[in-house]
């Protein structure tokens, strides 16, 4: 251990490695798991740094796992196997935000906030960010294809990555993609590497897309006696053809957290409430508001704000952000979990999950992009209770295989991880897995980096 | 041989099978490069038995390139090889075409103009068509990741492709994606497989995420004396937040070429046309469409006419459409190249695509999307000219080492292919090309799959 440290130091200086157990602790963990120690924690200052420590961590043998603010949501970067835990938040420079062709550079260990408003200051908007965007880097946002509140109109993280320059599990640095909107030559290993949860290379510097920031934006509150009905509003909307660029839904349980820990008037009685923006040309965003509304109210809406001023839609909006806060304060564990169907079978899923939830007498709150079909049903409940755990893993179990059965998916944005990998297999099938297998082995023969997420051991 | 053809038959049966030279010939080209015979034409109906067809490849060691329609423009689907060419036209089927979750599903072998207006019908467009559409196929598309006129606004094919089913070069059947708008459960295969090129897997059916068709379009044809504004114009209007539908651009050459093929009345003293289109919402729409006629004024434009009628529309967009085989009608021999760089070098681009036409003294005719910086320069020339044709080559290989000077890439959308994988290293670098060769060593150890295709031979 002493001498692996000591050859650490030699790359990345004294001050960039990180040993005793204090410090170490700090990286044990990230927004759902915790508890598990890495040996090490290396903090460089470059992609030159980061190779000199992979081809060091080959040599020796040792498991490296990559790490930005840990926001993350199913074990990612959490060192389940010690090992090197490589912190990149030394790597936060904005290179360029660049006008005239919608792009930005930035490297991994820029905070996705401190990119967006970069952006914004020259009339661009970056508009993948995650609800943790005020924390998480732009590194993790790409390694787990991050999606956010933006995704039904705009898309997801890796609709954004034009290229980037990554450290490959053996060291080597490489470019991919390309600094034009368009590039066909050779393999597209951006869309490979882009969600790859730190598994096949280290994401060290990114060229992302930006789009003019919309000259309007309105928001709608849209308040339901049943949840079904919001569920329908949603398809009726993107049916009509209105894509709004947020369509996200609380339910009841969720609607009270937040009022008990805001106190912002929202409906505590209403089963469900919808939040809708629209964005674009003022003539086009009002247009889409006003037929918004009124297929809403076709389906039986018991109520519709819409925000008259930037404040009260920041308002409507803090209700949204501060969902998951909210529902985490009511006991002391809180289980976010992350399922997509088809949007058309959001309502099914919906009923599922409350009946699933009775059957096995637990908490759950649901809100999410109900607009992608991305729902996040919330488990609360506390994890030394072993009798009550027991139920909530075969609910979870049962949330997973019913999002599968509706043509759904185990994970819309939060990645596998290691809470997920389990499920991997009922979604891909043994041969999709074999796939993912070769070609891990073929990136990282030696198989340290961040081994044993995504699809288990290989 | 005759043993190969055997148990190809017992796979596809008798009519399956097309094993005589006059046969062979008809698929020993593409719309760019010709004349590599197949040893035998195979005309699968399904996926199950492509996947047999692999597995007797992978015995017998025999060399397999899938075939679409062979609109392709880099030789990516010529079988230099020889062995089987699988050609994909039976699996024909359109499977569904989903209004409420806005997409579709069809085999690989649809002609893309089906799938466009099967989406028509029901108010859906499929944006990434490219020119060739009315020939191509779906699988084709995906193959090359294909661009089109619309990319600007839309993006390309692969930005289109939710999940896919593909037969693997060792035979296995996967499906990769989801039927979701979102999906992180595991590696993005369907990133890393379309723009493989039929090296990687044959596609055989897509699920296609489809748009709502805009209620308003509106065309714009701008006539300017000098290029370099033409090239400005386009950067100012996307500096200025417009992104519209298609943004165009023709020269001089191009022009008179379809002004003498097609009598459309195109100004043939001009130096370069732009022909934009913006859609959405009427109010909208009138008001980009406004705002871009400003911003070619102030830049000198010579004339701005507006499409007030959709026939009017249609006659310039025939303009366009035509500029391939308009000039291809000049020379015997057409050579159309696919370079792209940064919008804001676009000017600069087509500057020194002029020089290099003028020192090496041959025709070049320029057109393509200025919007995405896909500029297509398209040499006439006559191949049976040795002479001219090594004053072509150089200029080829100026033109491309010029792009990726500027920030470029070697291939906008039409592929690697043969034609471009000696400059792919140019762009690549020796370890990028290394990583795309041990993906596709671990996933067709035979490398049976259209072998020497993109980075040559592995």
Chains 1, 2 share one sequence.
Not at 88 to 97: A, E, G, N, P, Q
Not at 136 to 163: C, F, H, P, Q, R
Not at 416 to 425: E, Q
Request: aromatic residues 4%; contains cysteine.
């Amino acid at each position: 251990m002493t001498a692996l440290i000591k050859e650490l130091e030699d790359i990345v200086g004294k001050d960039g490695v990180l040993a005793s157990k204090e410090e170490r602790i700090c990286y044990s963990y990230d927004a759902q798991l915790s508890e598990a120690m890495p040996d090490v924690v290396v903090i460089p200052e470059n992609a030159g740094q980061i190779s000199k420590i992979m081809k060091l961590a080959n040599r020796r043998k040792v498991k490296v796992v990559p790490r930005g603010s840990g926001t993350g949501l199913s074990g990612g970067s959490v060192p389940v196997n010690g090992g090197i835990l490589l912190l990149l938040r030394k790597l936060d420079k904005i290179i360029t935000i660049d006008r005239e062709n919608l792009m930005g550079v930035a490297e991994s260990g820029v905070v996705t906030a401190r990119f967006c408003e970069a952006a914004g200051k020259v009339g661009l908007m970056y508009p993948p960010y995650p609800s943790s965007y005020k924390t998480s880097m732009l590194g993790g946002n790409i390694a787990s294809n991050a999606g956010g509140v933006m995704g039904l109109k705009y898309g997801v993280t890796g609709d954004y990555v034009m290229g980037m320059e990554v450290v490959l599990p053996t060291g080597e640095i490489i470019k991919t993609g390309a600094n034009t909107v368009k590039s066909v030559s050779g393999y597209d290993l951006t869309g490979l590497l882009v969600g790859s949860e730190g598994t096949l290379c280290i994401v060290t510097e990114a060229t992302l897309k930006l789009v003019p920031k919309p000259e309007f934006t309105q928001s709608l509150l849209v308040v339901f006696n049943d949840i079904e009905s919001a569920a329908k509003s949603v398809s009726e909307i993107i049916s009509a053809g209105i894509i709004p660029s947020a369509l996200e839904i609380m339910d009841n349980a969720t609607i009270n957290a937040i009022e008990d820990f805001k106190k912002i008037g929202m409906p505590k009685t209403a089963d469900a409430v919808l939040l809708i923006e629209a964005d674009g040309i003022k003539e086009a965003v009002e247009k889409d508001a006003a037929r918004i509304s009124d297929i809403c109210e076709k389906l039986n809406a018991e109520s519709i704000k819409t925000a008259k001023t930037v404040s009260e839609s920041k308002e409507l909006w803090e209700a949204r952000t501060s969902a998951l806060p909210a529902l985490a304060r009511i006991k002391p564990t809180t289980m976010l979990e992350d399922v997509t169907v088809p949007r058309g079978r959001v309502p099914e899923m919906i009923t599922y999950i409350q009946q699933i939830a009775k059957k096995y007498d637990i908490m759950i709150g649901t809100f999410g992009h109900i607009g992608d079909g991305n729902l996040h049903p919330t488990i609360l409940t506390d994890k030394r209770d072993r009798e009550e755990m027991e139920r909530v893993e075969k609910a979870i179990e049962e949330i997973f295989k019913t999002a599968i059965e509706l043509g759904g998916t185990v994970s819309g944005e939060h990645g596998v991880g290691l809470t997920k990998s389990r499920f991997l297999k009922m979604e891909k099938g043994k041969e999709g897995i074999e796939v993912m297998r070769a070609i891990k082995n073929a990136l990282d023969p030696n198989n340290i980096l961040n081994p044993g997420k995504i699809f288990g051991w290989v």
